[in-house]
């Protein structure tokens, strides 16, 4: 058992802060770079080796909307943007300096998504492909699938979430021909 006590669901918790990205990739990295140069196989049979990948999948887990298809990648992508949004939306009220990436008045989804992918997601998975191969490469042409697609469009302007995604407004404005609820009795 890899732990039997609260430490095991902290450590987890832990693996998905953002703060701790470069770290759980140079691990990884210079794991399998360790066992591959000694073996064609990975072997886990180091405690610390299984706790490391155990953290890793978890940050791979957290961060997975990018690699899905693009279907599923631009649902999850409208979902923590709106999110951040309404960080941002919520940091302007309190007359508070909005955080990078939040201001729906400036953000233009598609570029921040294209960096996302190549600067963290594409390395990060890249690498779980390595641990996991030959069953991963699925991930990665999901990935190059989706940067391509958030590529084609950068030249849209910030604000623009729902015409960007495809999807439906999270505010829908009500028809004319919508009854009032006082008058639907």
Not at 4 to 17: H, K
Not at 111 to 122: H, S
Request: some cysteine; overall charge negative; glycine content about 4%.
């Amino acid at each position: 058992m890899l732990c039997s006590d609260q430490s095991c669901v902290v450590f987890q918790v832990l693996a998905t802060d953002m703060a701790l990205h470069y770290e759980h990739v140079g691990n990884m990295k210079s794991m399998l770079e360790s066992k591959m140069a000694t073996s064609k196989e990975i072997v886990l049979d180091a405690y610390n080796d299984r706790v490391e990948v155990m953290k890793y999948m978890m940050h791979c887990a957290d961060l997975s909307g990018p690699a899905k298809p693009l279907h599923l990648c631009t649902k999850w992508t409208y979902r923590v943007m709106e999110e951040f949004f309404i960080q941002g939306d919520e940091e302007k009220r309190l007359g508070l300096p909005v955080s990078a990436i939040m201001d729906r008045d400036t953000v233009v989804i598609s570029k921040t998504q294209t960096g996302f992918l190549e600067y963290f997601v594409y390395p990060l998975f890249e690498l779980l492909t390595d641990l996991v191969y030959p069953f991963g490469d699925f991930i990665l042409e999901n990935l190059t699938n989706n940067k391509s697609y958030w590529a084609s469009l950068e030249d849209h302007q910030p604000g623009l979430v729902e015409s960007i995604l495809h999807v439906p407004s999270a505010k829908p404005e009500a028809s004319p021909d919508t009854k009032s609820p006082k008058n639907d009795h």
